[in-house]
């Protein structure tokens, strides 16, 4: 029998393969830019626009990523976690295989738009899902697998692209990379109907015998707390029910992240951090890599050879991120974060001044190594630390549409940086940095002076932060009754 502990961690890292799908659909199309047969399938080297279109080809994913995003402010809470997440991966499937089915330019940016539905819905709703099944103790470690599995994605995607481009077969190099980026989300799909659903959905749904039984599957640390430690879950799970009710009271709707102080102020910080995240420029770093290499004067193999090993600088900075959070605690990370991320900013601008002057290969190994640095410093303390503080600051009744609302600060950072990228760098060069850089320490001093700490604290507990009232459920004999009913029913199944 596998323990609840182990479980636990099981689930967390099954439904991160929609975070996997989100950072391969994303990182794919760094590589896929720099085959030759796609630029010259879609004739990228001799349109007049090519320029335009590669900026659409970024902008339409990201913009379907903010639409993909904002749905969730309704399907997550009507449909629940695990339906939701469902149809947002079909809808990641159908996109990924037409992209890759793609016979002109047209449909290709249609079906990438499309991947884009799908990965901004993926992208809010598995941190939602995580959050919601973690302890506090060690909610930072599990939300942060959902930055691990991102990273794996980037990761993946750039080797993929890398082996591919000595296929020689017609069309092989860039369909065949798309076409792989369908089965995270297939086995998601499969897989997600046989995961317990979230039990503060459950309980918001007036669910509370399959709540409980979600929330002794995945509280418990082992089996013998399941035995010994019962009274303790059913005081948590209690006070969640309170909680709970106690919010149900009023009507919650979409505008009410907007009415009052305490949900305006959550809002601030979850779409600030997350837009300050892409701020740094790592997206945009990604995405046009072998575009970056190619200005330093690298042959196109080394290009992306160089793409694949930065992007592979981001699991390993990621597993840090996620161990570290829980015991540096979410701010003093962001902050040491952003601070790194200004000084690789700093050497990156110096030195690609300077090649561009003398094209010595010293400087552009050196630029080089300032976009490894910068990646070292972001990985490692902001990239899963914005996740897991963003999905955490909510109450229930409003965390997917607050998740929702913060996630797509994520989306219009990337929508703007990614789609004048091309234009920016061919008409400004290294001073496209300098709008990363400024972005970045602004948001870093906001973040030091004006983010409150919600490391060790339970979703519950966070809302004290925002001055949110806790109440524990009211009990009677025959909630006892049903209480312990059901308890000897989840012994029996777990």
């Known amino acids: 029998m596998i323990s609840p502990a182990v479980y636990r961690v099981l689930i967390v890292g099954f439904v991160a393969l929609g975070s996997m799908t989100y950072g391969y659909c994303s990182s794919i199309i760094a590589t896929t830019l720099g085959q030759p047969s796609f630029i010259a399938y879609f004739g990228l080297d001799t349109r007049s626009n090519a320029t335009q279109l590669i900026g659409a080809i970024n902008g339409l994913f990201q913009a379907g990523g903010l639409v993909g995003c904002l749905s969730c402010v309704k399907?997550?809470?009507?449909?629940?976690?695990?339906?939701?997440?469902?149809?947002?991966?079909?809808?990641?499937?159908?996109?990924?295989?037409?992209?890759?089915?793609?016979?002109?330019?047209?449909?290709?940016?249609?079906?990438?738009?499309?991947?884009?539905?799908?990965?901004?819905?993926?992208?809010?709703?598995?941190?939602?899902?995580?959050?919601?099944?973690?302890?506090?103790?060690?909610?930072?470690?599990?939300?942060?697998?959902?930055?691990?599995?991102?990273?794996?994605?980037?990761?993946?995607?750039?080797?993929?692209?890398?082996?591919?481009?000595?296929?020689?077969?017609?069309?092989?190099?860039?369909?065949?990379?798309?076409?792989?980026?369908?089965?995270?989300?297939?086995?998601l799909a499969i897989g997600i109907p046989f995961l317990p659903e979230s039990p503060r959905w459950l309980l918001n749904q007036d669910r509370p015998e399959e709540a409980l039984k979600a929330f002794e599957a995945v509280r418990a640390e082992s089996d013998d707390s399941m035995l010994n430690d019962r009274t303790a879950i059913l005081e948590e799970f209690n006070m969640l029910k309170g909680l709970i009710q106690h919010e149900k009271m009023t009507k919650h709707r979409f505008v009410d992240l907007f009415t009052s102080p305490g949900m305006r102020k959550r809002c601030f910080l979850g779409?600030?951090?997350?837009?300050?995240?892409?701020?740094?420029?790592?997206?945009?770093?990604?995405?046009?890599?072998?575009?970056?290499?190619?200005?330093?004067?690298?042959?196109?193999?080394?290009?992306?050879l160089i793409q694949s090993g930065w992007v592979s600088v981001c699991p390993f900075g990621n597993a840090i991120n996620s161990v570290l959070v829980d015991r540096v605690g979410r701010i003093r990370l962001l902050v040491i974060g952003f601070a790194g991320v200004v000084t690789a900013l700093i050497g990156e601008c110096i030195s690609v001044s300077v090649f561009q002057?003398?094209?010595?290969?010293?400087?552009?190994?050196?630029?080089?190594?300032?976009?490894?640095?910068?990646?070292?410093?972001?990985?490692?303390?902001?990239?899963?630390?914005?996740?897991?503080?963003?999905?955490?600051?909510?109450?229930?009744?409003?965390?997917?549409?607050?998740?929702?609302?913060?996630?797509?600060?994520?989306?219009?950072?990337?929508?703007?940086?990614?789609?004048?990228?091309?234009?920016?760098?061919?008409?400004?060069?290294?001073?496209?940095?300098?709008?990363?850089?400024?972005?970045?320490?602004?948001?870093?001093?906001?973040i030091y002076f004006y983010y409150p700490e919600t490391n060790q604290l339970s979703l519950e507990q966070i809302g004290e932060l925002f001055g949110d009232k806790v109440e524990r459920a009211n009990t009677d004999e025959k909630t006892d009754e049903t209480r312990s009913t059901t308890v000897e029913d989840v012994s029996d199944t777990v």
């Open 75 to 187: 399907s997550a809470d009507v449909l629940g976690r695990k339906r939701a997440i469902f149809l947002t991966a079909l809808v990641a499937l159908v996109g990924g295989a037409l992209q890759a089915g793609s016979v002109n330019i047209a449909m290709y940016l249609v079906f990438r738009f499309v991947t884009g539905l799908g990965i901004g819905s993926i992208v809010v709703l598995i941190p939602l899902y995580q959050s919601e099944i973690a302890p506090p103790r060690i909610r930072g470690l599990l939300v942060g697998i959902h930055g691990i599995m991102i990273c794996i994605g980037y990761s993946v995607a750039s080797w993929v692209g890398l082996a591919f481009y000595f296929v020689n077969a017609s069309g092989a190099q860039w369909r065949l990379p798309l076409a792989i980026q369908c089965f995270p989300p297939l086995i």
């Open 271 to 304: 779409f600030l951090v997350m837009f300050g995240c892409q701020g740094t420029g790592t997206l945009v770093i990604n995405n046009y890599g072998p575009t970056l290499y190619k200005a330093l004067g690298f042959t196109t193999v080394s290009q992306l």
């Open 357 to 446: 002057r003398t094209q010595s290969r010293g400087v552009a190994g050196a630029a080089v190594f300032f976009l490894f640095w910068h990646m070292i410093c972001f990985s490692s303390t902001c990239d899963a630390t914005s996740y897991i503080y963003a999905s955490e600051i909510f109450p229930t009744p409003l965390r997917a549409k607050g998740l929702a609302v913060s996630v797509s600060g994520l989306f219009v950072a990337t929508i703007i940086f990614l789609q004048v990228a091309p234009t920016a760098f061919a008409a400004i060069g290294w001073k496209y940095y300098l709008v990363f850089l400024c972005l970045t320490a602004v948001i870093g001093v906001i």
